[in-house]
């Protein structure tokens, strides 16, 4: 019902095609923002972790990753990031061959990485100057306040780390990435620390400002609910293991598109037509197959 198998699902992506590149009288293609082909990562030989992983994001599309510990959601994302290399295949982002990390990718980890000695102003403000490097300190102060407002800390943007709450550095932490303005921001478990009340005001305050600043976004999350409220398409990953026939490596088992209006709210998200069949689909991926070959 709700699998993805389409190309955009992207179990078998075609080879990227440059904009234009469809002919004269011909409709102009519109491609991915990000095309993943093919990808592998081994750290022991002829056992890699994953093979196989191609899938695309459209521009604007939040796309979630869940699957068991071990089966290589982080190693993906840090690829996608530029901070980790494949063994196999590539990553292209508006069709051309990614390399090494980029302001066009922001990532905020569980961690939220926010140096101590800065204030929550100066922390972003880092960031802002490290992709705008000319930008005149009044336009550099308006993107940084902006940004604080969006995840609603501008009580406390003078304020250093050690005086703000978890919840809060990691709202510093969103702010950041997004102040950047990034193509893709790419989210590694980023309320995992967090209590579950901090952790779902913060999910209905990214959801609403992925909404209206059209952010493209690649997410791990070990939560089913997040992955259903906040995600359009969901994949899910096996993990690698011994079989019968041999070692068979981790990969994507299923894209599951979220048939769920985009309007959900996490209030009046379990009280939706279809949210416990999609609910029970992931659950029952998690328990029964995605460890079995
Ligand atoms: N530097 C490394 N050297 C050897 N093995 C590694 C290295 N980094 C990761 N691995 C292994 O690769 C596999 C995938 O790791 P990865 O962190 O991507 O998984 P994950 O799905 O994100 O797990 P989790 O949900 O626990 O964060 C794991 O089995 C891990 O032990």
């Known amino acids: 019902m709700w699998i993805d198998t389409s190309a955009g699902g992207g179990l078998k992506a075609a080879s990227p095609v440059p904009d234009g590149a469809a002919g004269a ?22 056992k890699p972790v994953f093979a196989d992983v191609s899938f695309m994001l459209d521009r604007g599309e939040f796309v979630c990753v869940i699957g068991h510990s071990g089966c290589g959601k982080t190693t993906v994302l840090n690829v996608l990031a530029g901070l980790d290399t494949a063994t196999a295949g590539h990553v292209f982002m508006e069709s051309r061959e990614m390399v ?12 939220h990485a926010l140096m101590p000695w800065l204030t929550v102003r100066q922390n972003i403000a880092f960031a802002v100057k490290s992709r ?5 300190g009044a336009r550099l102060n ?8 969006l995840v609603g800390l501008s009580h406390a943007i003078d304020k250093k780390p050690s005086q703000l ?25 980023p309320f995992g620390a967090l209590d ?10 990214l959801m609403a400002i992925v909404r209206e600043t059209q952010q493209t976004v690649f997410m791990i999350t070990h939560d089913v609910d997040e992955a259903i409220l906040l995600a359009d398409r969901i994949l899910l ?17 299923e894209v599951v598109v979220n048939p ?23 659950v029952d991926f998690l328990v029964s197959r995605a460890k079995a070959h």
């Open 260 to 282: 769920l209006p985009r309007e959900r709210t996490r209030a009046t998200l379990h009280h939706l037509d279809g949210y416990y069949e999609l609910r029970n689909h992931i």
């Open 196 to 205: 579950a009340l901090t952790r779902g005001t913060i999910q209905d305050e």
């Open 237 to 253: 990953m096996s993990n690698g293991a011994e079989t019968a026939a041999g070692y068979k490596p981790g990969g994507i088992a």
């Open 165 to 189: 709450s978890g919840g809060m550095k990691q709202r510093v932490g969103i702010a950041r990435a997004f102040s950047i303005q990034p193509k893709m921001l790419l989210l590694d478990e």
């Open 100 to 111: 090494g990390p980029s302001l066009e990718r922001g990532v905020v980890f569980q961690g």
């Open 25 to 46: 009288g011909k409709a102009p293609v519109k491609t991915p923002l990000l095309q993943v082909e093919r990808l592998g990562k081994a750290y022991v030989a002829d």
């Open 142 to 149: 308006q993107q940084v306040e902006k940004f604080v407002q």
């Open 132 to 136: 705008w490097p000319d930008w005149p």
